[in-house]
């Protein structure tokens, strides 16, 4: 049904109008001849077109062209004048009129205005719809790249309020510990204690049961300022494989209308996208946390195979992850960091006992053996998507800045940044331990061993902000190797 509002203080003009309108098909024409109770009506009454005088006595058009807007912001607002100047067009077209009609104007004229002001509104509602059809598709698109579940579930409440729309949203997850609900991301739009609380899951306090797994929805009356409003108050539940994982919650206030069947359509939409995204999550930390026990398990048996080299992933951790501090790592390549540390000697596990542990020097045809733990660590790891931050790790620990490192001789900067870091902290953390072949050294031989090689085996910046952490006491010895290792107290140096 088209709601038309027609107001003019001259009678027969409404009636004329009103006649020429009777073609139209399912519309609904209601006239006015006094302005007031027009805006009376528009205020409290869904509109889709209004067609007024531009003057009437002491009452401007303009003033209906206005409120109705307010009101309805997507009406089309036609206004008709015998007094048309070029300053009046400007005026009503800025303020979001959509056309005026001079008088006396002929009714085909009129008819084929109001034509056309509805196939633009039909136009614009459906630019409405397409909007919310492309903010599912960034929902959607989010979760094919993967994105983190925080993120995302901020992306799908951020859409909820933009397109239902709603005044706020809210998701809350399940504590499969506890079985309650916690809140995950509420809209920053404010709101007042009681929606708070509604987004904060008051309902459940209220012997609501998300176990009956459907949506619980509150339609009611507001009065804000003495103004009746419709209000629609929804908890949507997230399943997953017939369980419950969480709740999207919503809060819609309306002049005419509670939510529509479009709109709950919508939101069951946004809560499947969300369900599949937390399903997803669990999933992906479950393997994440599986393969990582996996890895630690055979980084453990390197170093069990390597009886002196015990510990030393969890100490060249302790150690980089200062040093990558005071160079100004961000998050993301912190969050890197450890599993790059843990992993880097992963592909030791393909070289045999009797290399890994002997005694003294290596031969030739030995060390070629050595040589390629950095290849079968990359190997052993390749396929795994999220092991990849550790390859560069894996694969470079062993270049040299000059170039004569191995496997690819690689030099400078073309060596990965975690590579020439790991580089000065791997041979800080060997020259310490001890090997099969030789007691491990003090600290003061560690260190003018880094200083000694800087620009030719090791990063010169790198070993820079290592010697500067150290003398400022950011890398203990006494807490990396304990007090009693080879005697030795903490020695201070200056940066070279």
Known sequence: MINIVVVDDEQYICNIIAEALDEFKDCKITKFNEPEHAIKFIENNSIDLVLTDLVMGNHSGEKILEMTLINHPDTVVILMTGYPTVRTAISVLRKGGYDYLLKPFKLEDL????????EHQRIKRENVELRAQIELMKVNDALARGIKLQPLINLIVDSAVRVVPAQSASILLRDKK????DLQHQSQIEVDKEISAFLRGSYLENGINPKDKQPYLVNDEIQPNGRLLKRSMIAFPLISRGEIIGILNLVCIDHFSHLSTGQLRLISLLAASAAAAVESNFQERNLKKSYMLTIKALANAIEARDVCTAGHTDRVFRIA???????????????????GCILHDIGKIGVPDAILNKPGQLDEEEMKVMKMHPELGVKILSGIPFMEPALPYIIAHHEKYDGTGYPYGLRGENIPI???????????????????????GGVEKALNELIRFKGTQFDPDIVDVFISAYNAGSISRAIVYGNGKNGQKR??????
């Open 111 to 118: 008819k084929a205005t109001i034509r056309r002001g509805l």
């Open 178 to 181: 506890s079985g309650g609900f």
């Open 321 to 339: 992850i200062t040093i990558a501090r005071r160079m100004g790592w961000g998050a993301s390549q912190m969050a890197k960091l450890k599993s």
């Open 418 to 440: 975690e590579g020439r870091l790991l580089s000065v902290v791997d041979t800080f953390d060997a020259i310490m331990s001890d090997r099969p072949y030789r007691p491990g």
């Open 491 to 496: 020695m201070v140096l200056n940066p070279v």
